[in-house]
């Protein structure tokens, strides 16, 4: 169930969501989000809370602090755009309980195919910029 967010939680996500791997120091969170240590302490809390974030104790700037690491993923909406699904006609009825099943459409094995054939040709081209480059 999505989870219901006032405006500063959901600056304070965009800007952990920046840092997704290390996440961010809670003073700097706080400073980027221009609020006091006290205020940015209770967003921090909640945020946990829905388990959107975890705040890991660690010693930095001497002295102990929180750091705030996301563990919510952005999503990438690149690796579907184009999937013949979205403009189906059958999508409402297409999947494990629906009377068309996606394990026998020629529609997404061929843009499966051809998705596949263009990430190949992409790697194929990356690999040969990195040879000139070297
Ligand atoms: S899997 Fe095929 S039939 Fe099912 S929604 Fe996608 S394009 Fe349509």
């Given amino acids: 169930m999505p989870q219901k967010l006032t405006k500063l939680e959901e600056r304070a996500i965009k800007l952990l969501l920046k840092h997704e791997e290390t996440g961010l120091l809670q003073s700097e969170l706080w400073h980027k989000l221009g609020v006091t240590s006290r205020e940015g302490s ?12 975890k705040r890991v104790k660690e010693f930095a700037k001497d002295r102990w602090t929180r750091r ?11 690796v579907v755009r184009g999937a ?5 006609e059958f999508n409402p009825v297409c999947g494990r309980e629906g009377s ?13 195919l051809a998705s596949y054939r263009a990430y190949k040709e992409a790697q194929a081209k990356a690999r040969q910029k990195g040879r000139r480059k070297g």
Avoid at 84 to 88: E, K, Q
Wanted: proline letters at 7%.
């Fill in 100 to 112: 068309v099943s996606p394990n026998t459409c020629l529609l997404i094995e061929d843009w499966l």
């Fill in 42 to 53: 209770r967003i921090a809390i909640k945020l946990e809370k829905k388990g959107m974030i």
């Fill in 68 to 78: 705030l690491v996301p563990l919510i993923k952005q999503v990438n909406l690149d």
């Fill in 84 to 88: 013949p699904c979205f403009s189906c």
